[in-house]
Nanobody, 116 residues
Framework: QVRLVQSGGAFMQAGESVTISCVGT???????????MGWYRQAPGNQRELVAT???????NYADSAKGRFTISRDNPKRTVHLQMNSLKPEDTAVYYC???????WGQGTQVTVSS
């Protein structure tokens, strides 16, 4: 009943930018707006890694690979979290997952493919 629904996949060229989104459904606005959110990614053969987090107050944190290129943001009235990815690199190719951290809810994943 509680779901995190992510936007569709993207096929990009190196150097381009894309934004992916995650919408919370079946969850109250109060719960969503007080929950820290995160984006993870997993490439084939690799472990899932944390890319970015945003607290209920809007404080952000990024993996070293994402700093300076990626931006996590949230729109609480729309129960939505975004990940803007600039200056894409082939090594950014992965399935990206949205996560509501305290309750451990996960989105279904978004495939982002970056070609050189």
């Amino acid at each position: 009943q509680v779901r995190l629904v992510q936007s569709g996949g993207a096929f990009m060229q190196a150097g381009e930018s894309v934004t992916i989104s995650c919408v919370g459904t079946g969850v109250s606005g109060a719960i969503f707006e007080t929950s820290d959110m995160g984006w993870y990614r997993q490439a084939p053969g690799n472990q899932r890694e944390l890319v970015a987090t945003i607290t209920s107050g809007g404080n952000t944190n990024y993996a070293d690979s994402a700093k300076g290129r990626f931006t996590i943001s949230r729109d609480n009235p729309k129960r939505t979290v975004h990940l803007q990815m600039n200056s894409l690199k082939p090594e950014d190719t992965a399935v990206y997952y949205c996560n509501l951290r305290a309750l451990d809810y996960w989105g279904q994943g978004t495939q982002v493919t970056v070609s050189s």
